[in-house]
């Protein structure tokens, strides 16, 4: 890991490349050994975030039997307004996978 700042921003005192166990996951930090201030990276927090599952858009792919499932953000649900029964067509960009909303009620299903 990069040292991205040389000296505790509370004490002053030089920091060292550590490890930190937040919440069960282990992160890369740069910790003050007299104060015990942690300094985390963004791509850290963000790799907490993701899997604390506390990032919004980051969605897990698992499996419910044969099939592989994706649980949807609730705000995209909402702005989209999908409801159950409705469609998704898969379109496959070279970015990624367009999932375009079809209403049941719009193909009179
Ligand atoms: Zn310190």
Redesign the pocket.
Known sequence: MKKFMKT?Y??G?GVKVAKSVKEGITLDCLK?P??G?EYFTSSELIKFDIKTGKRKMVRKFGTLGDSTVMRFPSDVIKDYKIKPGDYGIFEKKPEGILIKPIHAKDIGN
């Open positions: 505790c509370k004490c005192t003050c007299k104060c201030e």
